[in-house]
């Protein structure tokens, strides 16, 4: 057939990492890429993509993500801030943490520099304005989330954040919590480097406008996933599954007498809303109606670019102004 075309399972990309940043302020941005090149991160096996949200706020850090995730060509993904600064490790230890990891465990998704382990613990390598030369670990250690400052994401994972989130907080818990659904897991490694943080914040309202925000999207996070999480029967067109975080529900209600019993209700309900249907309408208008409740108390069914060298002289004016949605810091 002269239109298909095999997908070559072993394919590897001439790109190792790309390398991606929301951009407020060009001028650390160029510095950025230049701690990148200087330690190894050379353009002909790596790529920088940026969004420039300088000028105008383009896109939140969630829609970011899932268009860098799209449009990366390199087989890791580093998603990071426009303030970090890499200086005592290069990517021959990159390279050599990756191994470890991988070794360690090959459906790793995601790897960062701090993350939470528990309840009170914290696995972080990272120097910021918190601290210098942090080393909280062993390293690796599996985390349940990762902080956004600097993650990198397997692309053949296939990873995203969620698309009805917005903001610029959680998005990297978003992504940890995904990666942990589709079967992958998340990692804190010992790679070094400096977070310059509160150090390149914009002070005054601005910072204080970006922070009040955090618990609106933390709010945002928790309700989305007790919806997603939630207890539920499932038809598919050959059986019925019943899905819940709880073993004895779990095992009750997977049984054959449960499911048994579920479909019989769901028949009978079905039987009786077509009686009572007005005659204008047909059994096949009410297959589609969305309001009617499922059995047994559940319901069934219910621009990136590609980055040159910035150069500072040319880009400060772009830092004059910032707004919320900008801080990305």
């Known amino acids: 057939m002269t239109l298909a075309r095999e997908i070559a399972l072993q394919a590897r990309s001439a790109v190792r990492y790309s390398i991606c940043t929301l951009v407020t302020k060009p001028n650390e941005y160029s510095a950025l890429q230049q701690s990148f090149l200087e330690a190894g991160f050379r353009e002909d096996i790596c790529e920088f993509l940026y969004i420039d949200n300088s000028e105008v706020n383009q896109c939140d850090a969630f829609a970011a993500v899932n268009r860098f995730l799209q449009e990366a060509r390199g087989q890791f993904v580093i998603l990071c801030h426009q303030d970090i600064r890499l200086h005592d490790d290069r990517i021959d230890d990159m390279e050599r ?50 902080d956004e ?27 940890c919590i995904i990666a942990d659904i589709l079967g992958y897991r998340s990692y804190v490694i010992d790679f070094h480097l400096h977070h310059l943080g509160g150090e390149s914040t914009n002070k005054g309202k601005t910072k204080n406008s970006f922070h009040s925000s955090y618990p609106k ?15 539920r029967w499932i038809q598919n067109t050959g059986t019925i599954l019943y899905l819940s975080g709880s073993r004895f529900r779990h095992w009750l209600l997977n049984g054959r007498t449960a499911v048994n019993l579920a479909k019989s209700i769901g028949r009978a309900r079905t039987r ?58």
């Open 97 to 146: 943490v990756i191994a470890q990891v991988t070794q360690l465990d090959p459906q790793w998704g995601v790897l960062g520099n701090a993350g939470g382990v528990a309840p009170g613990q914290l696995a972080i390598r990272i120097t910021d304005p918190k601290g210098v030369n942090t080393a909280n670990g062993p390293f690796p250690t599996h985390v349940d989330a990762l």
């Open 149 to 175: 400052n600097f993650m990198i994401v397997r692309r053949a994972a296939n990873l995203g954040v969620s698309g009805d989130l917005a903001g610029f907080h959680f998005y990297g818990t978003d992504l």
């Open 217 to 231: 999207i933390r709010r945002a996070l928790t309700q989305k996933y007790r919806r997603a999480f939630r207890p």
């Open 272 to 329: 009786l809303k077509n009686r009572l249907l007005p005659p204008e309408r047909t059994s096949a208008d009410s297959s589609v109606d969305s309001s009617v409740e499922s059995p047994v108390g559940h319901v069934f069914g219910r621009g990136v670019r590609r980055a040159p060298h910035f150069s500072a002289s040319t880009t400060d004016s772009a830092n004059a102004s910032t707004n919320v949605a900008r801080s990305e810091n």
